[in-house]
């Protein structure tokens, strides 16, 4: 896949099948569109363009952080396995955010990417002020040479599929639901920085993690099984507790997983971490007795939880 950063950058291709919007998370919404572009371009011999913007659109508007399901790499990387040919990334400033929706089309997807068809979803917006809808497109494009198709929306187990209801769903702690829309585990990347080192005292030590993104969204508080690949690891089961840590009366939120079966160090290595299940809320333990009886209970859930994923796949 040809990844093109800024549209100084791109080269023009008239046969391009196109899409555009911010795609967070890359969702099962996203897929369904994505997958449509890529046939789309495959029968008429074209290529399939996903466009996409940096930073969130919303940062820039409304001068808010918002929280990301993916980082540009992670979506770039999730497109390609999708058999995107083109990801373009165009970065939005204020002045960019400032351009009304005919113009986008124009200078934008006609004039600098070339298009032979643009592909969104059913409540696609673009634009200042997200004026720019379908109606605009039609007419565009029977005004400049190009097809317009729209996607239905994708619902899953009574969820229409949205990066917000994703978001909404992990930061209530159901990422096995928040998995189902997404259509893969959620994941969430980084480095392993020295802790205090009382986890390898009671026998469960712990990676104590730094997320390499500061927007990326980290799930509830609790304690969750999870896969980890990284660092040369082959990908391994453990355990990941999300929190404060109140029986040792911590006052900073960590992140710390466990990985079964392991020993070595980790220090300064990068950690991809796959949420599969919540197992509990974070709570605080009379002692460390208690605390280690429950981490015990915690080990047996996750590997278990872990294993029915793992039969279920096979």
């Given amino acids: 896949m040809i990844r093109e950063y800024g549209l100084e950058n791109v080269r023009r291709d008239a046969a391009s099948f196109v899409t555009v919007g911010t795609f967070d998370g890359i969702h099962k919404g996203h897929q369904a569109i994505v997958k449509y572009v890529v046939n789309r371009a495959k029968e008429q011999g074209g290529r399939s363009v996903v466009i996409t913007f940096d930073p969130h659109p919303r940062s820039v508007v409304h001068g808010e952080s918002v929280p990301l399901l993916t980082t540009i ?3 770039a990387d999730a497109l390609e396995r999708l058999g995107v040919d083109r990801f373009i990334v165009v970065q939005f400033t204020p002045t960019f955010s400032q351009l009304d929706a005919e113009a986008f089309v124009v200078k934008v997807l006609v004039q600098t990417v070339g298009l032979q068809e ?3 979803g059913y409540d696609h917006g673009f634009g200042r002020g997200r004026k720019g809808d379908h109606d605009l497109l039609e007419r565009l494009g029977t005004l400049h040479g190009f097809g317009v198709d729209v996607i239905p929306a994708q619902v899953v187990e009574a969820h229409v599929v949205s990066s917000s209801e994703v978001r909404r769903q992990l930061d209530e702690g159901d990422v096995g639901l928040a998995a189902e829309l997404m259509g893969r585990y959620y994941p969430l990347a980084g480095t392993v920085i020295p802790g205090d080192q009382r ?7 712990t990676a104590n993690l730094r997320i390499d993104h500061p927007d ?6 609790g304690v969750y099984a999870v896969r980890v690949s990284g660092a040369s690891l082959p990908v391994k089961g453990g355990m990941m507790n999300i929190g404060y840590r109140p029986t040792f009366d911590g006052e900073s939120l960590r992140l710390e997983v466990h990985l079964f079966d392991f020993s070595g160090d980790l220090y300064g290595k990068q950690l991809r971490i796959e949420f599969v299940e919540r197992i509990r809320a974070e709570r605080k333990y009379s002692g460390i007795e208690a605390l280690v009886e429950q981490l015990s209970e915690d080990k047996r ?3 278990a939880a872990l294993n029915a994923v793992s039969s279920a796949a096979s």
Avoid: A, L, N
């Fill in 301 to 303: 859930r996750c590997i």
């Fill in 118 to 120: 643009i592909i969104v």
């Fill in 199 to 205: 986890g390898r005292t009671i026998g469960f030590p």
């Fill in 73 to 75: 790499d992670e979506r």
């Fill in 216 to 221: 990326k969204v980290v799930p509830k508080q």
